[in-house]
C-alpha cells in the first residue's frame, strides 16, 4: 500500500471482504503517509485498502459486466468493450494504470483534469459515459488492488502510470446529456404569456436540428440553432445561459461520435451563433391578455 500513498494516492481503511469504508469521514481523513499507512494495514492485514478519487486527482472508469437479465447493451458486450468502440473514433484508447475486478470487470485509472474557474471536478457517474460504464472522481472511492472480496479480488494488470483523462472522455463527463430532444427544458428570463409556447417550439426544433445533424453538417447545424435561439436570447424571452447549456447538450453526440469535431469546435460555433443572433432579436407576436381578464371587463361593462 506505501507504493500507492508514494503516488500521492488518498487511501483509508475499509471493513474486511467489503466496500464499505472502516471510518467516517473518509475522503477527509484519508492518507497520503506511507508510514502511518503500513502500520494501519500491519496491525489490521484482514482490512481492504479504498483509494479517495478526488484527493488523489484520479478519475477512475469503472467497466462492468453486464448482470444476470440485463439488456440495456448489445448481448456479448460489456463496459470494456463500450468503452473501446467509443474510443476507435477518436484514435483508440490510451493505455493507463488498470486494475481488474472480482466481477470480471476493470478499473481504469487516470489523472483528472485539473478544476478551472465555474467548472467543478468531475464527480462520481452512473452510465452518463455509456451502457455499463461508471466512474469514480470526487466524492468517490475504489478499492485497491490487493482487496478482496467473498467472490475474488482485485488484481493489478496493467502498471503504466495513469495517463490524463482523454478530452473526449472530460467533454462527456462534463456535460449532462439529455434523457429527449423532444422536451428540452425552456427557461424564460421574463413573463411572456402564452408566447412560451411559441418559443418552446422554436427550442425544440432547434435542439432537434444539433442532435439530429449529421457528419458534415455539424458545425452548421449548431451554428444554425444557437442564431436561431441567440434571437430569443435578444428578444428577452430566453436565458442565454440555458439556452448556451441546451445547446452543449444536444452536441455532445457531435464530439463522442466518429467526426473530427472538437468541444473547442462545438463552443465556438455556439458561442458565435448565439453572438449574431443577439444582434437581431426575433419579433415575437404580442402576448396573449389572460382570458380571465378579458371576462372580468366583460361583467365591469
Request: hydrophobic fraction near 40%; charge should be positive.
Amino acid at each position: 500500500m506505501d507504493d500507492l500513498a508514494a503516488r500521492g494516492w488518498a487511501l483509508f481503511p475499509v471493513l474486511p471482504g467489503r466496500k464499505q469504508p472502516a471510518i467516517r469521514s473518509w475522503e477527509q481523513r484519508a492518507s497520503t503517509d506511507p508510514d502511518r499507512i503500513a502500520r494501519f494495514f500491519a496491525a489490521h492485514p484482514d482490512h481492504n485498502a479504498g483509494i479517495a478519487a478526488g484527493p488523489s486527482g484520479l478519475l477512475v472508469v469503472d467497466c462492468d459486466t453486464p448482470k444476470p437479465g440485463q439488456t440495456d447493451t448489445d448481448a456479448g458486450r460489456d463496459g470494456w468493450d463500450v468503452l473501446h468502440a467509443m474510443a476507435a473514433a477518436r484514435g483508440g484508447l490510451t493505455t493507463t494504470w488498470t486494475v481488474t475486478t472480482p466481477s470480471g470487470g476493470r478499473h481504469l485509472y487516470f489523472r483528472g483534469p485539473v478544476p478551472a474557474a465555474g467548472r467543478p471536478a468531475l464527480g462520481n457517474t452512473s452510465k452518463m459515459l455509456g451502457p455499463m460504464l461508471d466512474t469514480r472522481g470526487a466524492g468517490g472511492q475504489v478499492l485497491a488492488p490487493g482487496s478482496r472480496l467473498p467472490n475474488g479480488g482485485y488484481e493489478l494488470v496493467d502498471d503504466t502510470d495513469p495517463a490524463l483523462l482523454p478530452g473526449w472522455i472530460t467533454w462527456r463527463l462534463s456535460v449532462r446529456q439529455p434523457t429527449s430532444t423532444s422536451t428540452p427544458p425552456v427557461r424564460s428570463s421574463a413573463p411572456v404569456g402564452d408566447r412560451s409556447v411559441y418559443v418552446a417550439a422554436i427550442v425544440r426544433a432547434e435542439l432537434a436540428r444539433v442532435a439530429s445533424a449529421g457528419r458534415g453538417g455539424h458545425n452548421a447545424a449548431v451554428f444554425t440553432a444557437a442564431r436561431a435561439l441567440g434571437q430569443l436570447v435578444g428578444a428577452g424571452v430566453l436565458d442565454h445561459g440555458a439556452a448556451e447549456t441546451d445547446l452543449t447538450r444536444a452536441a455532445g453526440h457531435i464530439v463522442t461520435g466518429p467526426c473530427d469535431c472538437t468541444a473547442g469546435d462545438i463552443t465556438a460555433s455556439i458561442t458565435s451563433g448565439l453572438a449574431h443572433g443577439m444582434r437581431r432579436p426575433r419579433r415575437l407576436p404580442p402576448p396573449v391578455e389572460p382570458v380571465i381578464r378579458s371576462a372580468h371587463r366583460k361583467e365591469s361593462a
